[in-house]
């Protein structure tokens, strides 16, 4: 599983946030500070005037566009084997039945649908696409939060960033319960992984939980219904991976991770300032993967849909160019380890980037990010082949031409390209190394 793709955050409301800034964060940002040094602030005051509340833009939020079906068969054509789909975010708006622990759901206001429902069904038709929920533990403006409530998650009604009224903002759907926790947190994770059939639990932010308590259930659950799951590192217990995020590793890491980052340059959710080609294009997310994988991790690629629940052009056409690679050189990405000596060639030409390594048992892969200019590449690192073994460049047209190499007296790989195809391929340049097997 090496592309998975978020389903992103239904947003109702798109601003150009500062470049160190989440846009997905504007109720925060409205509030916090609630004066003209907040550009959110500014925005909202001279768009919307001081008399429309966050809570306001829930009705703007119709999904009435939002076709599951076609959202998966996009996460299959992109090359996803898994996706995450945001069930809530910070705000505590919920896409999927919450039950009697609050109201603030897609299933009571907005669209008045249970979309998590329906975009896991969808992916039922294709169990090669695993699926997966991110979850935020702590909410910004819950009443009941306040107890537990730090830093940028305090909890308690925001207060009316523009001194009018209301004096405290409502928040809407709310229900009547005892705690944060024991009532709303706790048992909405276990209707994700038990009701839902979640195979991922993508927790965020951390904070107070009952983690422990939720893993068992989890767990349990999973090997009772015959299927594998996993827990990221902030659902603050018994991790099973590390979540960077909009950053890499510089080197390999033994442990798993995962790295995730939006299709836009600073946000996850949809942010309608940018410009189409500000996004990360097939370049961009192939080359991306490619290094991610090499250093035995994975890649989490945020894409925001709109209110109307449609993922916009241009993102679509970056997932698809990124798919169109992942169909031909996907053996290289896929099901590939990372190689224990290095992730990438040491000493590459000046001027052109260090070319990256995946390994599996009966393979061995050179991808190269530069477009090959002469007849040959050079790969400056002693690499794990023998006279028998072929190398060949996979190509679009899948042409399967075995190249002819050697190597030099200091053990660097030299393989002759002028046949292989290398006007066909776009982004990236996987090179295949075969091993001949001996019976």
Not at 152 to 162: C, D, I, K, T
Not at 302 to 313: F, K, N, Q, S, V
Not at 411 to 418: A, D, E, K, Q, T
Request: proline residues 7%.
């Amino acid at each position: 599983m090496k592309l998975p793709v978020g389903g992103g955050r239904q947003n109702t409301e798109s601003f150009q946030a500062p470049s160190n800034e989440y846009a997905e964060w504007y109720n925060y940002y409205l509030h916090n500070p609630p004066n003209s040094s907040s550009p959110t602030w500014v925005h909202h005051l001279e768009t919307y005037g001081q008399n429309v509340l966050y809570d306001d833009f829930i009705s703007n939020f119709t999904a009435s566009k939002f076709n599951a079906s076609a959202w998966i068969d996009l996460f299959d054509r992109a090359g996803a084997r898994y996706f995450v789909q945001v069930t809530k975010h910070h705000d505590g708006f919920s896409l999927f039945d919450t039950g009697n622990t609050t109201n603030r759901s897609a299933v009571v206001l907005g669209p008045k649908r249970d979309l998590l429902k329906e975009l896991f069904d969808a992916a039922a038709e294709k169990p090669h696409i695993h699926r997966g929920t991110y979850y935020s533990l702590p909410e910004w403006f819950n009443p009941d939060y306040a107890k537990y409530g730090f830093g940028e998650w305090p909890g308690g009604l925001a207060r009316n960033p523009f001194n009018t009224t209301p004096a405290f903002e409502p928040y809407t759907g709310h229900l009547n319960i005892s705690d944060y926790i024991e009532d709303l947190q706790y048992p909405q994770m276990l209707n994700l992984a038990t009701q839902y059939n979640t195979e991922i639990m993508w927790c965020d932010i951390g904070g107070p939980n009952n983690t422990l308590e939720f893993a068992a259930e989890f767990y349990n659950h999973a090997f009772a219904s015959g299927y594998q799951v996993t827990m990221n590192n902030r659902c603050g217990a018994v991790p099973d991976f590390n979540t960077p995020e909009y950053e890499t590793f510089n080197s390999i890491q033994t442990s798993s991770w995962e790295s995730s980052e939006g299709m836009d340059p600073f946000s996850y959710g949809l942010n309608t300032a940018t410009n189409a080609n500000e996004y990360k294009n097939g370049t961009t997310i192939v080359q991306t993967l490619v290094d991610i994988v090499s250093k035995n991790g994975n890649f989490l690629l945020d894409i925001g849909p709109t209110a109307e629940g449609e993922i916009i052009a241009p993102m679509v056409d970056n997932l698809l160019a990124a798919g169109s690679w992942l169909e031909y050189a996907g053996e290289c990405i896929y099901d590939t380890e990372y190689w224990f000596q290095t992730s990438q060639d040491p000493n590459p030409p000046i001027g052109l980037t260090p070319a990256r390594f995946t390994t599996t048992p009966t393979t061995f892969c050179v991808v190269v990010f530069d477009t090959p200019t002469d007849d040959e590449i050079i790969i400056h690192k002693r690499l794990p082949l023998l006279p028998e073994d072929k190398i060949t460049l996979l190509t679009p047209s899948k042409s399967q031409i075995s190249l002819p190499w050697s190597t030099d007296s200091s053990g660097n790989l030299i393989v002759n390209i002028s046949e292989s195809g290398v006007k066909e391929v776009q982004y990236a340049w996987a090179f295949r190394i075969s091993y001949q097997l001996i019976n």
